[in-house]
């Protein structure tokens, strides 16, 4: 959804893999996402938000599964997740703060005092968002080892954090 409520637009399809029925970009509250190669079995769109140089910038996905141009409930969710990005991260960051000291979670008892930083050591927050209208916060990069390799993935229930794994190989 545009940032005037109108569908996205953009033009189509055009790279080698990327099927011409599928738009190559939405434009989303503000924010240009871009159909990135995926597998045969999936479409995804990315963007960024501007990032101070230096940083690594926050990235919004949209993925469809099949490959489908997105309908129009998921372009409501994308637009509601994009255009309320740092308050549905300021809300997994404080599930996390919560959640995390959970025994079953397993941190160390230093790992449980860098959750009451001002900036908790989670990594850069990026969201994706899936045909099925659910969606997540994952945190790259984190600094608790239940977040090695892959970050820690925050899923979302329409607003509200209801769940927190790390992701590894498994």
Known sequence: MSANGAPPSGPSGGEPGVDAE???TLHIAGLTLTRVQSPPSLACW?????????????????VTEPPIPPQSA????????VSRFDAFVAQAVEYCRI????????????ELGLL????????????????DRSWAVRF?????????P????????GTRPVDVEGIDDE
Not at 46 to 62: D, H, K, N, R
Not at 99 to 110: I, K, V, Y
């Open 22 to 24: 599928l738009p190559a």
């Open 46 to 62: 990315t963007g960024c938000f501007p990032a101070p140089a230096g940083t690594t910038p926050t990235e919004v996905s949209l």
């Open 74 to 81: 998921i372009l409501r969710l994308a637009h509601d997740v």
């Open 99 to 110: 959640r995390l000291r959970e025994e079953h979670f397993g941190l160390t008892a230093e």
């Open 116 to 131: 009451d930083l001002p900036e908790p050591p989670l990594g850069v927050p990026e969201a994706t968002v899936w045909t």
């Open 140 to 148: 790259a990069e984190s600094r608790l080892r239940m977040g090695d």
């Open 150 to 157: 892959y970050g820690i993935l925050v899923t979302f229930d």
